[in-house]
Every structure is written in C-alpha cells, then in structure tokens.
C-alpha cells in the first residue's frame, strides 16, 4: 500500500471534520476495499505512519471507543 496517498486521503479526512479537535475514525476495511488492497496492508501502514509521528492515535473515552486518528 502507498504510504504517502493513504496518508494523504487521512489527513484530507480529519482536515474536512466538523469535531472539534478535528479527528477521524477510520474503518480499514473500507479503505482497503477502496484502494484494492488487503486489510492488513492498510493497518501496516497506518501504523508505520502513526510510530513516524505523522499521525496520533487514540481511543475515545465514551462509547463507542473508537480508534481515531489525529493530525500532531
């Protein structure tokens, strides 16, 4: 999976919330069916994207306790 696009297509999500702090929920599967790949590749990358520091990732407190992605 292209690192760069996917994050590019994130950061274009949380840019275009209306929560305040602006994040985004992600659904893997979703991106993964939408770029053609596997789920797995998805998750690999977010997750490489997230330890560079280029995302921040966190767990809602209330329910549904999300994951969600945040621009640093």
Known sequence: MEKEALFLHIRSMIVSS????????????????????????????LNALVDEGRLKREKLQNPPHYEVYLLP
């Open 18 to 45: 209306t929560k305040v702090p602006k994040w985004m929920a992600v659904s893997t599967v979703k991106v993964a069916d939408l770029y053609g790949v596997n789920l797995i590749e998805v998750e690999e990358s």
